[in-house]
């Protein structure tokens, strides 16, 4: 005589596969996101960092041991800090800041970091919040040399001996000093905003307007007057 129990298991096994394919997911994405551009982490209630993908860590230079239990404080100034905390306290569901931080090799990087609350508890207080931090240090110093070059252009046009002037919309956008002086402006302000067509003599505008107009369809230069 043989005895036994037959059990159904087929519940357990399905809940064992979906947990196989759980965890599977969940690596597929943790690795997603240690090779994405930007660097992601997430917080806990006391804005503690309880994760952050590989860019970030390098960033902080630190392992995810060594930052678990940080918070900002840490790593950025308080520029930052006080927005991410307005943030926590309920004052804003979002926040978008750029500041400056030393990274591990030593280099002051520009930061853009964004965040939001993704749930609160019954005071309004945040219990995790998640963010992205985006290297901006290049488009910062392209920014930067752009300025400069303006800056140099604005200059030399500024001392320039002949009048300049720039319009937009057929209004005075820019106009140096010698430009105002043959305008009979004490200041190149009194101009800007004025229709460029009230500057010039009455018998001319027809034809200023012309080639304003042409100079605009065709692209090319060409003198209000000659």
Not at 59 to 72: P, Q, R, T
Not at 75 to 91: D, Q, T, Y
Not at 172 to 183: D, R, T, V
């Amino acid at each position: 005589v043989i005895d036994g129990v037959a059990v159904d298991i087929s519940a357990r096994r399905r809940a064992e596969t979906a947990q196989r394919q759980a965890v599977a997911d969940a690596e597929r994405f943790r690795e997603a996101l240690d090779h994405a551009p930007a660097y992601v982490y997430m917080k806990d209630l006391q804005s503690r960092y309880v994760y952050a993908n590989q860019p970030t860590l390098q960033l902080f230079g630190c392992s995810a041991s060594e930052l678990a239990g940080s918070d900002d404080t840490r790593f950025f100034p308080p520029s930052a800090v006080g927005v991410n905390l307005n943030c926590i306290e309920g004052r804003c569901e979002r926040f978008e800041v750029e500041f400056r931080m030393k990274a591990r090799d030593g280099e002051w990087r520009w930061i853009l970091g964004r965040g939001q609350c993704v749930a609160r508890d019954e005071r309004g207080q945040a219990t995790r919040m998640v963010g992205t931090h985006v290297d901006i240090t290049e488009r910062k110093r392209a920014e930067e040399a752009l300025h400069e070059s303006e800056e140099r252009y604005r200059s030399l046009l500024e001392l320039a001996p002949e009048g300049v002037l720039a319009h937009i919309d057929g209004k005075c956008s820019f106009i140096n000093k010698a430009g105002a002086q043959l305008f009979g402006a004490a200041h190149p302000g009194e101009l800007i905003g004025k229709p460029i067509l009230d500057l010039i003599h009455p018998d001319y505008r027809d034809i200023a307007k012309e080639r304003i107009e042409r100079s605009l369809e065709h692209g090319e230069p060409a003198p209000l007057w000659q």
